[in-house]
C-alpha cells in the first residue's frame, strides 16, 4: 500500500469510529447496538482481499479499542480474522453483484461478534455467550445489511483492490 493508500485507510477508520461512537452506540435495543467496526474490517477482506483486509481490519480494530473498556487488542483480533476470513471467502468469487457484498458483509459481522463472545467467554468473561449474543444479533444483522453498500463504497475509496493471481506457465504444453 502507497503512503496515499494508508492516509486514505486512516481517513475510514477514523470516520467508521466517529460514526460508531458519535451515532451508532445511541441506538440501542436490549443494550446492544450495531458494529460498523466490524462491517468496516469485512468490507476490507472483501475488497483488499485476505493480506490486506486482515491489516486494515487489524488497525481499524486497535482504534476501536482505544475508545472500549474491554480488554485491549480483542477488537483488533476479532477484525484481523474476519477482513481475512471475508477476503478468502470471496477471492474465487465474480463481484459484480451488490447482494453478494450485502451478504459477504453481513455474514462477516455475524461471524465477527460471534467470535468476540466466544473470545471473551474464553478469557472468562461470564455472559459473553448468553446474555450478550442474542440481542447484539438481533440489532448488528440487520444493521450490517442496510450498512453494507455505504461501508463497502467508503472503503473501496479507501483500500486498493487485491492483485488477480499471476498467471503462470504449465510445463508441457497445457493451456496453449
Sequence with gaps: M?????????LVVFVVLVVQHGLLDSVR??????????????????????????????????????????????TALVGCLVAY???????????????????????????????YAVLEAVLGLAGAISLDLAPALVVATPAAAVLALPVLWLVRWAV?????????????????
Design 2 to 10: 502507497s503512503t496515499a493508500d494508508v492516509a486514505r485507510a486512516s
Design 29 to 74: 435495543l436490549s443494550g446492544a447496538h450495531p458494529d460498523a467496526v466490524l462491517l468496516a474490517a469485512a468490507a476490507a477482506g472483501y475488497v483488499g482481499g485476505p493480506e490486506r483486509g486482515a491489516t486494515v481490519g487489524f488497525f481499524t480494530g486497535l482504534a476501536a479499542d482505544l475508545l472500549l473498556p474491554t480488554t485491549f487488542g480483542l
Design 85 to 115: 476470513a471475508v477476503g478468502l471467502a470471496t477471492s474465487g468469487l465474480v463481484r459484480n453483484s451488490r447482494s453478494l457484498a450485502v451478504v459477504a458483509l453481513t455474514a462477516g459481522t455475524v461471524a465477527g461478534l460471534v467470535g
Design 160 to 176: 486498493p483492490p487485491a492483485a488477480p493471481p499471476a498467471a503462470t506457465a504449465h510445463p508441457g504444453g497445457l493451456g496453449r
